[in-house]
């Protein structure tokens, strides 16, 4: 099993980068735009440091700042290496609550006194519904969540035979996320044809212990390893906005990048009453916006889907996001917390001119 790294961070070096943004960018671009090739762990680094605020003027910008200039850039980037589109995707939590985790930002972690309740597993026939109502907007990939530590043997069962039936029943590609899995637990669901497993790294390695104490980070690397090794998509990503500093962004980025993750989905903490991190002041529209185009620029080829907590921190910038490196949204609900409509996010798309993947027919 390889062992887990941290990319190094070279702090000269990132000092000397961050000394020149338009030189950086210029690198940058040239990288990903003229050679398609990735960034650097320190250029990734620099980015994270940037003075976001700090003009940044061109010919073909008269005005502007290092946000947005990035912003520009991490758009043509995801254009050129993903597509124009923005793909859709619905959730469907199969057990919310009572998970035995103690992570900070969690509302669905035992450990806690939050609004969430513990419910039942979904039975066969609501997840059918569900899975129904997913094909019938046109989602092509039905992802089932669990709010466990990892699948017992109960789990287990129950997801294969959902699997069966939504393949049975639905032309759709099943997705799973259900924690941290042994290897024989990803052999049994590659081979019931779950195509994806989600399990997010969550955080940078050295932000980490703040964010649990039941499971390691490396735990969670391991069961990355185990998704990718057992022949099933990759999709990983974290949550932003939990107190990290922005190198810690960049760091999580680069880690994300050891598994080339067909999917990242990024999260924004929306802090939970009861939480450990329930008075954490949400972060700033336009600080978000540069961990968007951050991802982005480190992680060129990845669906990067804007997740829970997006309403909180980008407020009315959600468009420029989208036009910022984002190429997928989770729309309707997350699994604790109420998103915007379906209808809103497809009018936005049609409002920016965006092409839309997945689900259709929503307005
Ligand atoms: S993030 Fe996942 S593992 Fe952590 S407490 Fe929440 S449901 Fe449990």
Known sequence: MPIATTPIRDD????????DPAKLLTMVEESLIDRRETISADQAYALADLDIDAALVTDERPEGTVLDAMLDLAHRVRVLWTSEEVALESIVSGKTGGCPEDCTFCSQSSAFETLVKPQPLLTESEVLQAAASAEAQGATEFCIVYAVRGPDERLMENILELT????????????????????DQA?????????????NLEAARSFFPQVATTHTWEERWET????????MEVCTGGIVGMGETPSQRAELALELAEFRPTETPLNFLNPRPGTPMANREPMSPREALHAIALFRLVLPWTLLRLAGGREIALQDLQSAGLLGGVN????????????????EDVKMLKDLDIPVRGVQDLL
């Open 164 to 183: 069966a039936i939504v393949h049975a029943k639905t032309e759709m590609d099943v997705a799973v996320s259900a924690g941290i899995l042994t290897a």
């Open 187 to 199: 052999k049994r669901l590659k081979a019931a044809g779950v195509i994806k497993y989600n399990h």
């Open 224 to 231: 990355l390893n185990l998704i990718r090794d057992h022949g």
């Open 12 to 19: 000269a070096a990132v000092a000397a980068l961050v000394t």
């Open 328 to 343: 997928g949204l989770i729309i309707g609900n997350y699994l604790t917390t109420l998103g915007r409509t379906p209808q």
